[in-house]
């Protein structure tokens, strides 16, 4: 199915020819809560670093031809581990960049944060995932949570 108009500007306005800010780097500059397209880059960074984790502990499980290691590849783990982090997408894309850090878009992106953040602290799943018995690195929460910082900081400093 081909992306609608609407979509294709989101993708125009938001996504396309951005700097990917450096995430293992924390004295890289912090990108300032007026920059959208910043922010959502940085936590499709995040994300896509994660999940780069959860792919190779898949793979390895469907390697093994075990029938467990099988059916827990075989579900929808991102499911389990990621929650919604549609609610930071969407509060990102509502962010007023004419506003200040006070603005009710910052408000509602620092709620979400935080909402996100208690997810990842306390989700069971993503402990499992990250000391699994089969040697993978798997890294969810250190990608993720860096990411909600830096959107913390920007939202802060701004």
Do not use: C
């Given at each position: ?85 549609q ?9 007023d ?23 990842l ?24 949570t ?13």
């Amino acid at each position: 199915m081909p992306l609608s108009e609407t979509q294709r500007a989101f993708v125009r306005a938001y996504i396309v020819d951005l700097p990917s800010p450096d995430l293992s780097d924390p004295a890289s500059e912090t990108p300032k809560a007026k920059n959208i397209k910043s922010f959502l880059r940085l936590w499709r960074d995040a994300k896509q670093s994660a999940d780069s984790g959860l792919y190779a502990l898949l793979s390895e499980m469907r390697k093994r031809n075990h029938p467990d290691f099988a059916a827990i590849a075989q579900t929808n783990l991102s499911a389990a581990i990621y929650g919604d982090p549609q609610k930071i997408l969407t509060a990102l894309t509502r962010l007023d960049p004419a506003a200040d850090a006070d603005g009710a878009g910052a408000g509602t992106l620092r709620a979400e944060v935080d909402a996100y953040r208690q997810f990842l602290r306390t989700n069971a799943a993503i402990s499992v995932l990250e000391q699994n018995p089969l040697g993978v690195s798997v890294s969810i929460r250190a990608p993720l949570t860096a990411a909600l910082d830096r959107m913390e900081d920007a939202l802060l400093l701004s």
